[in-house]
């Protein structure tokens, strides 16, 4: 099972100042300690959650993932996900390519239909309703993935019209970057996972295993009738429980990833929250990632050192 961290809150002890030295430290940690990629939010504004308050700070996500990738080498970049309405499909599609560009060809397109409404307003930024933002959804991934070819030509939509699709450089990855598609609607979300995604995310705050069940059932459905190999597409979780951290813990935890795994998932996303998140990746590195990495449906459950 791979291993991923989602980089959500900001406000670590020291301001501003002390953000861009933390991130630095998370790649290099991350990396160190095996995990398969490195993400961020796609907010302006922070979460009314768990995670903090709307006033706390956040970054823009592209320009950050700019940064993260001259600091690492090896983990996969993206957004966790990108919303829809944020970035004119054409200028996403640029934005994709050029991240893949200078990180040698770990850029991700991890996109879905956009929800903040209340960042939308408070910006200027338009929000259909939802039928319109999965609309547009479609179309984005229509012309990224033409973006992403050899058609230079137009591009006719309902919602976007491009007169061409020129795109130079092209990504590295090929044939495109990954998709990753993040929501579990399930008459037209799934659908769009099954016709074009790479990778599916569910978030699911409760963590139920059986909605999680449904969920895929209703993924595999759509891929059987998208003529789709259901295997072929990644599946992921975030994990939005206390860090893995100690073995007590850390044996409750791949418990229960084992469960996870036996439903087809392939792959989680850790959110950092304390006031050093370096220091918890590094730790996670060493006391859960050899365990978690033999993880998968044909393995026996895992035994730690005492």
Known sequence: M???????????????????????????????AGMDS??????YFQLESSLGRTEDPMLEGYTTLGFLAAAT?????HLLVTGTTYRHPGLLAKIVSTLDVLS???AVLGIGAGWYEREHRALGVPFPPTAERLERLEETLRIVLQMWSDDNGPFQGRHYQLAETINSPQPLHRPHPPIMIGGGGERRTLRLVAKYADCWNH????????????????????CEREGRDFDAIEKSVVWTGELPVGHARVREFLATM???????????????????????IATMGEELMPELAELNPASSPPRLNP
């Open 38 to 43: 490195l993400t961020l939010m796609d907010h």
């Open 104 to 106: 040698g060809g770990r």
């Open 203 to 222: 978030f699911d705050p409760e963590g139920s295993l059986d909605t999680l069940r449904h969920k895929l059932g209703v993924l595999r459905e759509h």
């Open 73 to 77: 080498s090896t983990v996969r970049l």
């Open 258 to 280: 084992r469960s996870y795994v036996d439903l087809g998932i392939t792959d989680v996303r850790f959110v950092p929250r304390g006031p050093d998140p370096a220091a918890d």
């Open 2 to 32: 791979k291993a991923g961290i989602d980089v959500a809150v900001f406000n670590w002890p020291g301001g501003p100042a002390r953000i861009g030295p933390m991130l630095l430290e998370i790649g290099r940690v991350t990396e160190q």
